[in-house]
């Protein structure tokens, strides 16, 4: 019923960036929250960010001042731009809805990998 796809992963220089975009489809009402989580190789997959459609944000704070989700409510896309990237970024990262924004029904993405190199 609903898929989220992820595009802009990939490689890149400590220090640099990269723009993830998420597109949900087959939804009819409006998404409640979006957002992005991560999992690198032998840890636990975290909350990246997160953004309701009122546009309240949530970021972790390994990527507080460094990340920015936005979201286009009109076309369920979600953004992550990601600046100033450390090798510690590496990691498979997820798009997530949630429509009611009470964890009764959630969506994942297949995941972009970017990897940071030193």
């Known amino acids: 019923q609903v898929q989220l796809v992820e595009s802009g992963g990939g490689l890149v220089q400590a220090g640099g960036s990269l723009r993830l975009s998420c597109a949900a489809s087959?939804?009819?009402?409006?998404?409640?929250?979006m957002g992005w989580y991560r999992q690198a190789p032998g840890r636990q997959r975290e909350l990246v960010a997160a953004?309701?459609?009122?546009?309240?944000?949530n970021y972790a704070a390994s990527v507080k001042g460094r990340f920015t989700i936005s979201r286009v409510n009109a076309k369920n896309t979600v953004y992550l731009q990601m600046n100033s990237l450390k090798p510690e970024d590496t990691a498979v990262y997820y798009c997530?809805?949630?429509?009611?924004?009470?964890?009764?029904?959630?969506?994942w993405g297949q995941g972009t990998q970017v990897t940071v190199s030193s």
């Open positions: 997530n809805a949630d429509p009611t924004g009470l964890g009764r029904r959630v969506y």
């Open positions: 087959g939804i009819i009402f409006s998404i409640n929250t």
């Open positions: 953004i309701t459609s009122g546009g309240t944000t």
